[in-house]
């Protein structure tokens, strides 16, 4: 059995850019940054303007994970970012 690549920056910032408008549209995705953990951990950063969210989010992945994981942990995070 061969392991996945892990997913492309550019598909990573794309997922985060769709899922910040779906589930908070003043969420904007930033930006990218690696992160303690090697080359396949990231932080995926965003910013909101809005006073009921912190102003940065920022975000660990794992790279080695499925774009449909990586889906569902962004949009808990964000949930998770914006209960009270």
């Known amino acids: 059995m061969t392991s996945m690549p892990p997913l492309d920056l550019t598909v990573l910032a794309q997922i985060a850019v769709d ?6 549209p003043s969420l ?3 930006g990218i ?10 932080e995926l950063i965003f910013a909101s303007m809005e006073h009921r969210m912190p102003p940065r989010v920022m975000i660990g992945i794992d790279r080695d ?3 449909a994981t990586v889906t ?7 949930r998770q970012s914006l209960a009270p």
């Open 65 to 67: 994970d499925s774009a």
């Open 19 to 24: 899922v910040a408008k779906q589930e908070e």
């Open 33 to 42: 940054t690696s992160a303690e953990g090697g080359r396949r951990y990231v």
């Open 28 to 30: 904007e995705f930033i």
């Open 72 to 78: 569902a942990h962004l949009r808990t995070r964000i």
